[in-house]
């Protein structure tokens, strides 16, 4: 660990003695600056806000019935896309992840079929190979022409 610095110090020369703490703390650093930016894009996509200022009140003047009406509609229409573009990001992440776990099925059966086909070949060749290794031993009571024709037929097996 690192030395002891004195009071008198800053509290930033305590850290940076201890490389771990130091360490830990850009990556702490690193973390909130990228939220904060995911959070300004957020900000920035939006559109700007329009602030009624008048409203619809009394003592407004006959013109600004109108003018409430338009910001009114804008207003409604900026939140309209951004509950549409909410609603279709939700839409594409779901998809996606029911697309991932088909995918991940899909594979598991393929895994599953595949090790199956390998296990039946095994035992499909082990059997052969048995029962050529079995032709073999009796081919070998026989005559010798014939015992060479079983090695022959199992060595082309």
Known sequence: MGEIVPISSTAGAL????????????????KEAQELEAKLKNINKADQRIYNVSGSTAGAGSGDFHYYRLIRRKEQDRLRKMEQDDKQKREREEFEAKRSQALTELEARAAKKRAKRLKKKAKKKQKTGAAAGAADDSDQEGSGDESNHGRAAAAAA
């Open 15 to 30: 850290i940076a003695q201890d490389p771990e703490k130091e360490a830990e703390l850009r990556e702490q650093r690193i």
